[in-house]
């Protein structure tokens, strides 16, 4: 089976485009094991991110991406999907030239680095841009929901919180997939595929380079996959509303309740013969006591609930503290 990909040499000019090669072919190029390519030729969207290290290159499966580098040429492999191709034009763009940078300007970092942090930075920005749009679905759904609570609009906000239920699994399987690189020094040391080249691979424990860039984006990737406070805001407003509607119960049936209070002064008095009904002034009289006791019974019930409400019903006020309690916690861990 042929897969197709593009390839980048040492001073980041794009040598090939869709070259089609075979299993074989990238078997014996890269000296790799048949069971590595899995991932680069499959015909669905890569769901658990990897990066592999071997020991004439790296293979990074991760989102939209999937790259062999070497130490003097990066291959990119076509993804699927329309999107996914888009965002490969948009990162071979990039990788081109972050690969031409030298010297100073790449930061001492060897050819196979710089090749690699191209890659997490598009896949980082493949991510906030996600996050981006559904923050923006979700802003726009909050805003027209303040006004105006239908059946279609509890619809569209539960499809919102699982889209974020997804986007949040896949930024952390990233964030995962970083950490797990992070914690074995084997790997790490066997990613300077410029110092084995010249002759000179690191031992275990000499991966400041790597570890350092590594850390700061899974540091990135934990912060877009924290998204958590936003579902637990969605789920508050809807608790929010349904706490409304009890209390709107509530009203009604305290309401109903003096109501039938003073109908049933009105079936006492027109089911007992007492005489009064003679007098002229019997009916204006029954009728406003029957009035009073409505009254009296309703406000004393509605009086009884607002001492029992010790929180507002409205979700402003508990949309407003839950943003208070989340830029107290963001507060906290930039000052840790």
């Known amino acids: 089976m042929d897969v197709r990909c593009t390839t980048l040499d040492a001073k980041g000019t794009v040598t090939t485009t869709a070259t089609h090669l075979s299993k074989s072919e990238l078997c014996s190029k890269y000296q790799i094991q048949p069971r590595d390519l899995r991932k680069l030729d499959s015909g669905v969207p890569t769901v658990v991110p990897t990066i592999l290290s071997r020991k004439h290159c790296i293979i990074l499966t991760m989102l939209h991406l999937r790259v062999v580098i070497t130490a003097k040429e990066v291959t990119i492999f076509d993804s699927v999907g329309s999107e996914d191709s888009w965002l490969k034009g948009v990162?071979?763009?990039?990788?081109?030239?972050?690969?031409?940078?030298?010297?100073?300007?790449?930061?001492?970092?060897?050819y196979e680095f710089r090749a690699l942090e191209a890659c997490l930075i598009s896949v980082v920005a493949a991510l906030e841009n996600d996050l981006s749009n559904i923050r923006s679905h979700v802003i726009e759904l909050l805003?027209?929901?303040e006004d105006h609570i239908d059946r279609d609009n509890l619809r569209l906000m539960l499809q919102y919180s699982r889209k974020l239920s997804i986007f949040q699994?896949?930024?952390?399987?990233?964030?995962?997939?970083?950490?797990?690189?992070l914690a074995n020094d084997d790997d790490l040391a066997a990613m300077y595929l410029t110092s084995k080249l010249q002759g000179k691979p690191r031992a275990p424990d000499e991966h400041e380079e790597i570890e350092l860039l590594l850390e700061s984006f899974s540091?990135?990737?934990?912060?877009?996959?924290?998204?958590?406070?936003t579902e637990d805001i969605i789920e508050l407003i809807l608790d929010a509303n349904r706490n409304s509607l009890l209390g709107l119960d509530l009203r009604v049936s305290i309401a109903t309740l003096g109501l039938t209070a003073g109908a049933m002064i009105a079936a006492l008095f027109g089911m007992l013969t007492s005489?009064?009904?003679?007098?002229?002034?019997?009916?204006?009289?029954?009728?406003?006591?029957?009035?009073a006791s409505a009254?009296?019974?309703?406000?004393?019930?509605?009086?009884?609930?607002?001492?029992?409400?010790?929180?507002?019903?409205?979700?402003?006020?508990?949309?407003?503290a839950a943003g208070d309690r989340w830029a107290a916690k963001k507060r906290s861990k930039r000052r840790d």
């Open 169 to 181: 699994k896949r930024a952390a399987l990233v964030q995962e997939c970083l950490d797990e690189l």
């Open 295 to 320: 009254g009296l019974v309703t406000g004393f019930g509605l009086r009884k609930l607002r001492r029992l409400r010790k929180i507002g019903l409205g979700w402003r006020e508990e949309l407003r």
């Open 275 to 291: 005489h009064l009904e003679s007098t002229p002034y019997s009916f204006p009289v029954v009728t406003l006591f029957a009035f």
């Open 91 to 110: 990162f071979v763009w990039s990788a081109e030239h972050s690969l031409k940078a030298t010297g100073k300007a790449a930061h001492g970092l060897p």
């Open 219 to 229: 540091k990135q990737c934990e912060e877009i996959a924290n998204v958590r406070h």
């Open 143 to 145: 805003g027209v929901m």
